[in-house]
Every structure is written in structure tokens, then in C-alpha cells.
């Protein structure tokens, strides 16, 4: 996946958080908690992303971006999915290529700053969509 095929996706698909709700069998409580964790667990997922990559740890940044491409997809958060995607297939090509101290943090460099800018907007969405009551 290229740049513009993640940003052409959406920030958010209200079609997953609505499935969402009916698995939760429209408990609306446990549905909200459930998108609020996902809210306030963002600066945390964003931070071993990037403290990870900057370090060199292979393990440690690809067990964080699959975290974060992971709980994106589970709240319908597709462009911020797609950029942890590409995140993790850059990781994939790195495997075995040189040095990660160095090659890492390079990877950063490349995807991060976008990561973070997603996750802010997509962020302010999902709170959106929870006050209007979705």
C-alpha cells in the first residue's frame, strides 16, 4: 500500500463501530469504554512506536505497530490502520538488512511524523462521534 491509498481511506468507517455495538449487543457502556480506551491509550501506543524506531528495537517496534494497526482496525480507525500497515511491511523489508540502530530510526523518520498527525485527527473524530452519541 502507497501513501495516497492510506490517505485516500477514511478516518474512520462508522460501519466498524457500529458492528462494534451489536457484538457488545448494543451495550452502550461497554461500547464507549471501549472506544474512550482506545482514545487514551493513543499517546502510549504512539510513544513505543517511536521509542522503539529510534532505538533499534526490531521486536519491540514491530510488536508496537501491530498493537496500533491492530486496535485502529478494531475501532474502525482505517487511514491510521493503513499507516501502521505500511509502517510494518517497512519493518518487514528491513528484517535482516543492515544494522537497526541505524536503519530504524530511518524508518521513523519516514512514517512517524504522518502516524502521529493521523492518530491526532483520527482521534478528534472518534471523539466526535462519541458525543454526538453514535
Known amino acids: 500500500m502507497t501513501q495516497p491509498d492510506a490517505y485516500a481511506r477514511p478516518l474512520l468507517d462508522p460501519a466498524v463501530l457500529e458492528r462494534l455495538r451489536d457484538d457488545l449487543e448494543d451495550d452502550e457502556g461497554v461500547w464507549k469504554v471501549f472506544v474512550e480506551n482506545f482514545i487514551a491509550h493513543m499517546p502510549q501506543r504512539l510513544q513505543k512506536v517511536r521509542l522503539s524506531l529510534t532505538t533499534g528495537d526490531v521486536a519491540g517496534s514491530m510488536d508496537a505497530v501491530l498493537s496500533l494497526k491492530t486496535s485502529s482496525q478494531m475501532v474502525g480507525a482505517e487511514r491510521l490502520a493503513a499507516y501502521a500497515a ?3 511491511q517497512a519493518l518487514r523489508r528491513q528484517a535482516g538488512s543492515g544494522d537497526p540502530a541505524v536503519t530504524l ?9 504522518r502516524i502521529k498527525q493521523c492518530a491526532q485527527r483520527t482521534v478528534y473524530v472518534l471523539q466526535n462521534h462519541l458525543k454526538q452519541g453514535h
Do not use: F, K
Request: hydrophobic share 50%; charged share 35%; glycine share 0%.
Open 86 to 88: 505500511e509502517l510494518e
Open 105 to 113: 530510526p530511518l524508518i521513523a523518520a519516514d512514517h512517524l511524523r
